[in-house]
């Protein structure tokens, strides 16, 4: 998906220090718009139905309704807003349930500025990223006795994604949802223990995963 002009965001966090903040670091950037904050999960999809974002920045642990919940319900009524979770936790029981319910993407609090800003113009595009501390986390789960190595159809999306095609097009190409190939490349970035699409794809090739002009 491309956003034709600013990408319009929701701010969703329970303390209003962070929705006041976040609004100020966003609003400040013309290549942003916010359209509206929320508190809790239930309050996120009320404001997401009325404004119409493209990204919704999410947190976890709110009163009422948590992220998670707000983040499956918000993704299956309104397939086209990107949620990207931006927490203070980054331990499994918090990571996988939001990975789970459909989230593009994964950041911590304490990301700098640039690389928060990075990551919502990426999710605006339906890209995946992973914050560098929670793919480690991720991967190290995955590394534990029992976790497999990626799955032939993560290997397929993998595939999809060296010959450059969008997440669009490789849901089309397996007769998936989108958000489905989104969970498997967010898999596969813990997997190989890496932050972002090119560097899985290189890093396929160097274990052989992948292979030029085929797998």
Known sequence: MSVDGPIRLLI????PVVRDGLHGMFDGDPGFVVVGAAADGAEALAVAAATGPDVVLM?????????ATAT??????HPTVRVLVLTTYDTDVDVLPAIQAGATGYLLKD??????????????RGESVLSPTVAARLMGRLREPGH???SQR???????VAQ???NREIAARLFVSEATVKTHLLHLYAKLGVNDRAAAVATAYDRGLLTPGGR
């Open 164 to 166: 450059g095609l969008a």
């Open 154 to 160: 993560e290997l397929e999306v993998l595939t999809l």
């Open 72 to 77: 499956r319900r918000l993704t299956r009524a």
């Open 148 to 150: 497999e190595a990626p």
């Open 59 to 67: 947190d976890l642990r709110m009163p009422g309704m948590d992220g």
């Open 12 to 15: 969703v966090d329970d303390h």
């Open 111 to 124: 990301a700098p500025r640039n690389e928060l800003v990075r990551a919502v113009r990426a999710a605006a």
